[in-house]
């Protein structure tokens, strides 16, 4: 059921373009000549259907998510959620996993260069093609056409959010050729309410078709695809409302203002306003959480934007589950495993681990304790013992000690496709990157926020896999996010939001000066500063 997707992947293929080496390459190299854009289905192809390859990727700093070294990890392994600990002669590599965890960025400069290559040289693409659908437009009156340039500026909003999120104040591209001086820098305000205008003026003529079904419209920018990222900028207005944000002033999202849909709303107001939106869409939580990340995953009623996945028809990869799990665990299944990324301590706080009160969904995203196989049997180490997680034995470095192999609670999320190629990393469940169930949870921290009662909203939520009533308050809604969207890439963004990322956690302590806030973006890439000329580090670095 993902042939209508593989068909204009497959028909792009043409379009030989990489996402990265933004600094080296004209976005243009490689394309096709003229007669790539002279037609309708060409225009399609080659301006609007091609970009969706810089969505999911095989390459590590390329993609959304499912590779390494890139916005996940950026995202995840730099917060209290989760850890790649030392283990002997495996996972140091140079000091980059601890650099995450500590905020060290030195030690990570490398990816961090190419996470932005990979974003600006998305961004630049786009541009291209809009400047292709225009040139195309000077000379047809296909009714497609705006549809087609609402599609690539969405997508390219999509491409700046993140770019944002990450690194604060960076340079507003609107064509695709670009360089040197001409890149300006745009402090981070400014950036957000060119997004924020974008995704508005797109929306109208976004389809309303839902992304995550096989068809059409499979895994492409949709109407509430949009919606989503943009109850996702109002939840963190008053974040990227603030370009001094080392300064110890922050903005009041009750303060900032929006005309949406003619009304002028506060941020938390607009933030509800587009929940609502996704809500009366036909979304809904599936009654089975697990069944939201199973394999072939497509008749979700959750999941409102994915990454397509399959073995056989893409080369897009999911390597989470590989590196995490031991490798007589990966073994048990047929896969590979690399025995690495864990639980937190913090984490297994806030599930309650090891307590009567443990939440539910600590069994559908964790592996802990003794595991088996898909038969039920217990998986052996090669002693002849049974493999045994040990959460709580987790730490920066577990090098020597009689856990260093069997340290941490493992990644479960994804069902096993025990049919995947590549270790497993080829696999047919879609990567999951906006889901229903966030939705409920944005709204309720929205009224929160608001002075209102979001208690409703949090309650379906924990309703659905059986965690008893909780009160609505900031304190326990970042719990929850952290316990319903465990592995989904959104902790670092959510403490930023809740001003507690710069706070010590286990093994992890504040570094100086780190109270201003000044870790909360990555620093500007030193190459891209130096070849650039123009563009200011951010403070603190």
């Keep these: 059921m993902k042939k209508i997707y593989i068909l204009f992947l497959t028909c792009t293929s043409l379009f030989s373009i990489s996402c990265s080496s933004f600094l080296e390459e004209d976005p243009r190299d490689g394309l096709l000549g003229d007669n790539a854009y002279s037609t309708l289905p060409a225009l399609y192809r080659n301006c609007v259907a091609s970009l969706y390859n810089c969505v999911g990727s095989y390459k590590d700093s390329e993609g959304l998510q499912g590779t390494g070294r890139g916005i996940y990890d950026l995202n995840t392994f730099t917060t209290d959620e989760a850890i790649m600990p030392t283990r002997g002669g495996d996972w140091y590599d140079g000091g980059f996993w601890q650099g995450l965890y500590l905020h060290q960025w030195g030690v990570n400069s490398d990816a961090i260069l190419n996470t932005w290559e990979y974003l600006f040289q998305s961004i630049k693409l786009c541009n291209y093609s809009l400047e292709q659908i225009e040139h195309f437009s000077a000379t047809h009156t296909d009714k497609e056409l705006p549809a087609y340039k609402a599609e690539v500026r969405a997508l390219r909003a999509m491409f700046y959010y993140y770019a944002m999120d990450l690194f604060g104040r960076i340079p507003l591209l609107v064509t695709s050729d670009a360089a040197g001086a001409e890149m300006k820098q745009a402090e981070r305000d400014k950036i957000f309410t060119f997004i924020v205008n974008e995704l508005q003026e797109a929306v109208p003529f976004l389809s309303e078709e839902k992304s995550n079904i096989p068809g059409e419209y499979y895994g492409r920018m949709t109407k509430p695809v949009a919606y989503f990222l943009l109850a996702k900028l109002m939840l963190n207005a008053e974040v990227y409302m603030d370009s001094d944000w080392t300064d110890g002033v922050f903005p009041d999202g009750r303060k900032i203002f929006f005309t949406v849909n003619g009304e002028n709303l506060n941020a938390w107001k607009a933030a509800q306003y587009y929940c609502t939106q996704i809500s009366q869409m036909g979304y809904q939580l599936e009654k089975d959480y697990s069944s939201n990340f199973a394999i072939f995953n497509e008749s979700s009623q959750e999941n409102i934007f994915v990454i397509p996945m399959s073995k056989t028809l893409y080369t897009n990869q999911m390597q989470y589950l590989f590196r995490s799990r031991h490798y007589n665990h990966a073994k048990a299944y047929g896969l590979g495993g690399e025995n690495g990324s864990s639980a937190t301590l913090e984490v297994l706080q806030t599930f309650g681990y090891g307590t009567d009160k443990v939440d539910p969904r600590f069994d559908y995203c964790y592996f802990a304790d003794e595991v088996y196989d898909l038969q039920g049997n217990p998986i052996l180490l090669d002693d002849g013992t049974p493999l045994v997680y040990y959460p709580e034995a987790i730490a920066l470095d577990v090098s020597n000690s009689v856990y260093e192999q069997t340290a941490g609670a493992r990644m479960k999320k994804y069902e096993v496709d025990n049919t995947a190629l590549k270790d497993g990393k080829l696999m047919d469940n879609d990567i999951v990157l906006f889901r229903y169930a966030d939705v409920l949870l944005m709204m309720s921290e929205a009224k929160v926020r608001n002075?209102?009662?979001?208690?409703?909203?949090?309650?379906?939520?924990?309703?659905?896999?059986?965690?008893?009533?909780?009160?609505?308050?900031?304190?326990?809604?970042?719990?929850?996010?952290?316990?319903?969207?465990?592995?989904?890439?959104?902790?670092?963004?959510?403490?930023?939001?809740?001003?507690?990322?710069?706070?010590?956690?286990?093994?992890?302590?504040?570094?100086?000066?780190?109270?201003?806030?000044?870790?909360?973006?990555?620093p500007i890439p030193e190459k891209v500063i130096v070849m650039n000329g123009v563009l200011k580090q951010n403070p603190g670095y």
């Design 451 to 522: 002075n209102e009662n979001g208690t409703g909203e949090l309650n379906e939520v924990r309703a659905r896999v059986g965690a008893s009533y909780r009160e609505a308050t900031l304190e326990n809604l970042l719990d929850e996010r952290q316990m319903e969207l465990a592995w989904e890439g959104w902790r670092r963004q959510d403490l930023i939001r809740f001003r507690q990322f710069t706070r010590p956690y286990s093994f992890r302590p504040q570094l100086p000066g780190e109270e201003n806030g000044y870790t909360t973006v990555f």
